[in-house]
């Protein structure tokens, strides 16, 4: 039953590769319009970045447990708090300024018929990939 299984598995993920490979491309992403000015886009995105970040679970579980053992918060004088809150905003502000930077240049990319072909087909070659490792193991 299990070998059974394990061709019907591979059988899909073939099936899933060939799909892929014959898709048609369709770009979306040049024909959206921002209908909001930049300046409120800016502010709506920052917000929602901060509130993202700010409510990410591993973001807490790093203050409550791990800043604690690297910073001793019972010597931390008023400069000190503000170096280490300093810090800390320039840290996320660099992490969300790479996503944001990488997600625009992955957006123009992917505007791009040549790229989103090459991405269906790479895509396609790991499916394949994966239905044979499937298959001969």
């Keep these: 039953m299990f070998i059974l299984i394990r061709w019907c598995g591979a059988?899909?993920?073939f099936y899933l590769a060939w799909q892929i490979?014959?898709?048609s491309v369709?770009?979306?992403g040049a024909e959206q319009t921002a209908s909001r000015?930049?300046?409120a886009n800016f502010f709506l995105s920052f917000g929602e970045g901060m509130l993202i970040s700010g409510t990410n679970?591993?973001?807490?579980l790093f203050y409550i447990a791990f800043l604690p053992t690297f910073v001793d918060l019972t010597v931390l004088t008023n400069q000190g708090i503000v170096l280490v809150v300093g810090l800390n905003f320039m840290g996320l502000m660099l992490g969300?300024?790479?996503v944001s930077f990488s997600a625009s240049r992955a957006r123009r990319?992917?505007?791009?018929y040549k790229s989103v072909r090459r991405l269906n087909r790479i895509t396609a070659g790991l499916m394949a990939s994966a239905g044979a490792l499937v298959l001969t193991r």
Excluded: I
């Design 96 to 98: 969300l300024m790479l």
């Design 37 to 39: 000015s930049k300046r």
């Design 109 to 112: 990319m992917f505007s791009q």
């Design 57 to 60: 679970p591993k973001v807490m």
């Design 21 to 23: 490979w014959h898709a």
């Design 11 to 13: 059988a899909y993920l």
């Design 26 to 28: 369709e770009l979306n």
